[in-house]
C-alpha cells in the first residue's frame, strides 16, 4: 500500500490545485469515531467528514440497508422510473421537518444542489428574482451558492461574476460587534437603497453558521426574519445542511425556535456518508416549479435514500438525539477546564448547541482578538498527535468539533485529551 507522502506527491499531480486539503493523510479505513491512514496510524475523528457521519463511520444498520438495495439495483433515475426508498424517505422527512401545514420533499445530491434549488422553487412561488443572505453564511460552492455565500476568501476569489439580485446582511455576532439591531437596520437600508422587498423571493439564513465560525443565530433574529417574510410574501429558507439530523441536540436545529421556516435545505449526514441532498417545504410552495423543472440525473439516488431511512432509524433506536446533548456537554466541559490552564494557548468563546461545538483561539486572555496562525498550527498539531480536527471562522481562528454521535465517552475523552497536547503554548 502506498504511503501517505507517495499519495501527496500523486494528488499534487493528478489533482486540481483547487481542492484543499486539512491535512496530508490518507484514510485506509474506518469505523464509528476513528480513522486509520495508509501507513496504519489511528485517528480519533473529531470532524466526521464535516458533519457527515453524525452516525459514525461504517454504521452496521446504514451498511446492512445499503448492501440490500445494491442486491436490487443502484440506480434507475427517479424521473425515469420511480423507487419506493425516495417516496418512503420524502415522507418521513416530510413528518419530521418543522414545517407548518403539508410538506412536500425534493431529494438531490449535494448541498449545493439543495440550497440552489431552494431559491429556483422560492422564484417560481413568488415570481421575484431577489435573494437575501447573510455574511459569514456558506451556502456552497456552485455559482448560485457561492453568490448566496457570505465570505469572499477563498469562495469567490477569481472565480468570476456572481448571480445578480443577491444581497447580503451582516449576521449577528458579538465577538464580531454586529447585534440583531445591527443586521435589522442594515435589512431596512437594503430595502431603501437596493431592492424593495416586493422583489425578494427570499431570505436565506444558517441556524447555526458553519464555515462562518458555529455562530447561532439569535431566536429574536429568527423571529424578526419571519416577521418581515410575513409582512412581504418573502419566503424564509433555513440551510440545515451542517446542523441536520441530530448535531445541535435536535433534529432539526430550526426546532431551537418558537418559530418555522417555509423551506429547510438538507444534506451531509442524512445519508451516514452517502450522497443525498433535499428540500423540505410548504407544499403549495415545493409545487411551484413545473414538472421538469427540477431534478437530476443522480438525484436521490437509491442506495443514498436506503441509507437515508437507515439513518432515521438509528436515531430513533440510539436515542442520538439526547446523545448529541451529552456529547456536547461533555466537551464543553473539557474544553472550559483546558481554558484556565495557563500552559495552553487563550481560549475564547466556548459555544454552540448540542453537539456543534466551537471556540476561538486568540492571542490574549480576556479578549476577541484573532490569531490564525495559531489555529492552523493546533489542527496541524493536531493531526500529528492522531486527532482530525478542523478550523473554520471569518477570523480563521476558530476551532470546531463535529465527532459522530455514536463515539463513546472515552473516544470523546481521548479527543481532548489529544486537543490539550495540540494547543500547547
Known amino acids: 500500500m502506498p504511503t501517505n507522502s507517495e499519495l501527496s506527491a500523486r494528488r499534487q499531480e493528478a489533482v486540481v490545485r483547487g481542492v484543499g486539503h486539512a491535512s496530508q493523510i490518507s484514510a485506509a479505513r474506518a469505523l464509528n ?16 467528514g ?14 446492512e440497508a445499503v448492501r440490500k438495495q445494491m442486491e ?11 423507487y419506493e ?31 440552489e434549488n431552494a431559491i429556483k422553487i422560492a422564484r417560481a412561488a413568488t415570481g421575484r428574482p431577489g435573494v437575501i443572505a447573510f455574511t459569514g453564511g456558506f451556502h456552497g460552492r456552485t455559482v448560485m451558492a457561492m453568490s448566496l455565500t457570505g465570505k469572499v476568501v ?8 456572481t448571480v445578480p439580485d443577491v444581497w447580503h446582511v451582516p449576521f449577528p455576532v458579538p465577538q464580531h460587534d454586529v447585534t440583531v439591531e445591527d443586521a435589522l437596520k442594515y435589512l431596512a437600508f437594503l430595502f431603501k437603497a437596493d431592492i424593495d422587498p416586493s422583489r425578494v423571493a427570499a431570505i436565506i439564513v444558517e441556524p447555526v453558521q458553519g464555515e462562518g465560525g458555529f455562530h447561532m443565530a439569535p431566536p429574536e433574529l429568527m423571529r424578526a ?14 440551510d440545515e445542511v451542517q446542523t441536520g439530523f441530530g448535531r445541535t441536540g435536535k433534529m432539526f436545529a430550526m426546532e431551537h425556535y418558537d418559530v418555522s421556516p417555509d423551506m429547510i435545505c438538507v444534506a451531509k449526514s442524512l445519508a451516514g456518508g452517502f450522497p443525498l441532498s433535499g428540500v423540505i417545504g410548504r407544499a403549495p410552495i415545493m409545487d411551484a416549479a413545473d414538472p421538469g423543472g427540477l431534478g437530476g440525473t443522480y438525484a436521490g439516488n437509491p442506495l443514498s435514500c436506503a441509507a437515508a431511512l437507515a439513518v432515521l432509524d438509528v436515531f430513533e433506536e440510539e436515542k442520538l438525539l439526547g446523545r448529541s446533548n451529552a456529547i456536547g456537554q461533555r466537551l464543553k466541559d473539557g474544553i472550559k477546564a483546558l481554558q484556565h490552564r495557563n500552559d495552553l494557548l487563550p481560549i475564547a468563546a466556548i459555544r454552540g448547541p448540542g453537539a ?11 479578549t476577541d482578538t484573532p490569531d490564525a ?27 470546531r468539533i463535529l465527532v459522530p454521535l455514536t463515539a463513546s465517552d472515552e473516544i470523546v475523552d481521548e479527543g481532548l485529551d489529544i486537543l490539550a497536547k495540540a494547543l500547547v503554548a
Not at 477563498?154 to 461574476?161: I, R, S
Not at 496562525?373 to 471562522?393: D, I, M, P, Q, Y
Open 72 to 82: 436490487h439495483f443502484t440506480h434507475t433515475c427517479f424521473q425515469v422510473v420511480m
Open 225 to 238: 426574519l419571519r416577521r418581515v417574510c410575513d409582512e412581504h410574501g418573502i419566503i424564509l429558507i433555513a
Open 356 to 366: 456543534m461545538v466551537a471556540f476561538d483561539i486568540v492571542k490574549e486572555r480576556g
Open 85 to 115: 426508498p425516495y417516496i418512503k424517505l420524502c415522507e418521513r422527512l416530510n413528518a419530521l421537518a418543522p414545517i407548518s401545514g403539508p410538506a412536500k420533499s425534493i431529494l438531490l445530491t449535494t448541498g449545493a444542489e439543495a440550497t
Open 50 to 63: 464535516i458533519a457527515v457521519v453524525n452516525t459514525g463511520h461504517c454504521h452496521p444498520r446504514v451498511m
Open 154 to 161: 477563498p469562495y469567490k476569489k477569481n472565480l468570476g461574476p
Open 373 to 399: 496562525a495559531a489555529t492552523s498550527r493546533v489542527t496541524k498539531r493536531a493531526f500529528e498527535e492522531g486527532l482530525v480536527l478542523l478550523s473554520c471562522g471569518t477570523n480563521a481562528n476558530t476551532i
Open 33 to 48: 469515531a476513528e480513522i486509520w491512514d495508509v501507513e496504519g496510524k489511528r485517528y480519533v475523528d473529531f470532524a466526521g
